[in-house]
């Protein structure tokens, strides 16, 4: 019996771009092939959500020919990828270690098996469709509604916390515990751009990233939805085992593909106050 044949660079780069279409992606972002010669062989690929040096480093320990990474490593003009600043170092470290790069962002947060979709299904959320949905298609688009068997906010955000990887940001919460929940919005990454349109939808709960403190508050004030936020690296990171069983069923073994649960999440660790103790005058 002979090795499968590994498939070259340009053949999984045409795979990926087939399932998330660069020219879908937002006029602002940068998505494609990073590095890499598309001549060479493809036996191992790695997904993860950064393209921090971490997961440069792990990419290339565990031997991988190509990492895709949902954040580009890039957005704004460079004049150096010198290994003296951290994208460089990543750079460095990939070219060094024989792994190509290649982002999938916005293109990848649209698209069926995307990013809001995963993040829906790994909620358990049925019947999904788009917040807004692509011009001339139904299954495209951004974000994504959907619906729960009928639960509480509380249950609901307990059932969010236990689903997704764990993060020191957890799992924050605006509205009342024993509100009913059957409809619920989700958007990977930061998602506050889609606040307005849910105003005095039938939405339960828009669950997102990344929201503050004004945009938050003042739609709390309208009495519409609750919201749940959770932590950006937690959100998106649902899609990698998507993408990456999507390749291992395209491929079978001419490839082994497999995600990083390095959490690459910015905040470390959080501290809440120490009860304060009552005073217990008679
Ligand atoms: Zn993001």
């Given at each position: 019996?002979?090795?499968?044949?590994?498939?070259?660079?340009?053949?999984?780069?045409?795979?990926?771009?087939?399932?998330?279409?660069?020219?879908?992606?937002?006029?602002?972002?940068?998505?494609?092939?990073?590095?890499?010669?598309?001549?060479?062989?493809?036996?191992?690929?790695?997904?993860?959500?950064?393209?921090?040096?971490?997961?440069?480093?792990?990419?290339?320990?565990?031997?991988?020919?190509?990492?895709?990474?949902?954040?580009?490593?890039?957005?704004?003009?460079?004049?150096?990828?010198?290994?003296?600043?951290?994208?460089?170092?990543?750079?460095?470290?990939?070219?060094?270690?024989?792994?190509?790069?290649?982002?999938?962002?916005?293109?990848?947060?649209?698209?069926?098996?995307?990013?809001?979709?995963?993040?829906?299904?790994?909620?358990?959320?049925?019947?999904?469709?788009?917040?807004?949905?692509?011009?001339?298609?139904?299954?495209?688009?951004?974000?994504?509604?959907?619906?729960?068997?009928?639960?509480?906010?509380?249950?609901?955000?307990?059932?969010?916390?236990?689903?997704l990887?764990a993060t020191a940001h957890g799992v924050r919460?605006?509205?009342?515990?024993?509100?009913?929940?059957?409809?619920?919005?989700?958007?990977?990454?930061?998602?506050?751009?889609?606040?307005?349109?849910?105003?005095?939808?039938?939405?339960?709960?828009?669950?997102?990233s990344?929201?503050?403190?004004?945009?938050?508050?003042?739609?709390?004030?309208?009495?519409?939805?609750?919201?749940?936020d959770v932590a950006h690296w937690a959100?998106?990171?649902?899609?990698?085992?998507?993408?990456?069983?999507?390749?291992?069923?395209?491929?079978?073994?001419?490839?082994?593909?497999?995600?990083?649960?390095?959490c690459?999440d910015p905040w470390?660790?959080r501290?809440?106050?120490?009860?304060?103790?009552?005073?217990?005058?008679?």
């Open positions: 019996m002979s090795a499968p044949t590994a498939p070259t660079l340009a053949e999984v780069v045409d795979l990926l771009h087939g399932w998330y279409p660069p020219d879908t992606a937002d006029s602002w972002d940068a998505v494609g092939l990073v590095a890499g010669d598309p001549a060479d062989v493809v036996r191992r690929v790695l997904f993860a959500v950064d393209p921090s040096p971490e997961v440069a480093l792990e990419a290339v320990e565990w031997g991988a020919d190509l990492l895709v990474t949902h954040h580009p490593l890039f957005l704004s003009g460079v004049h150096g990828v010198a290994a003296t600043t951290p994208k460089g170092r990543t750079l460095h470290t990939l070219l060094t270690g024989g792994c190509a790069l290649l982002g999938a962002h916005t293109n990848a947060d649209q698209a069926v098996a995307g990013v809001s979709e995963s993040l829906g299904l790994a909620l358990g959320l049925g019947d999904l469709a788009p917040i807004v949905a692509a011009p001339g298609s139904d299954a495209t688009g951004t974000g994504r509604v959907g619906t729960v068997a009928p639960t509480t906010l509380r249950a609901f955000a307990e059932h969010v916390a236990a689903v990887p919460v605006s509205g009342d515990p024993d509100r009913p929940v059957r409809r619920v919005a989700v958007c990977g990454g930061a998602g506050d751009f889609l606040l307005d349109g849910l105003v005095g939808s039938d939405v339960d709960v828009y669950l997102t990344d929201l503050r403190h004004h945009r938050a508050g003042e739609f709390r004030e309208h009495d519409g939805p609750a919201l749940v959100a998106e990171w649902t899609w990698l085992p998507v993408v990456r069983d999507r390749l291992a069923d395209a491929m079978g073994d001419r490839v082994e593909a497999r995600v990083s649960t390095r690459t470390s660790f501290v809440d106050r120490p009860p304060v103790e009552r005073s217990t005058t008679p």
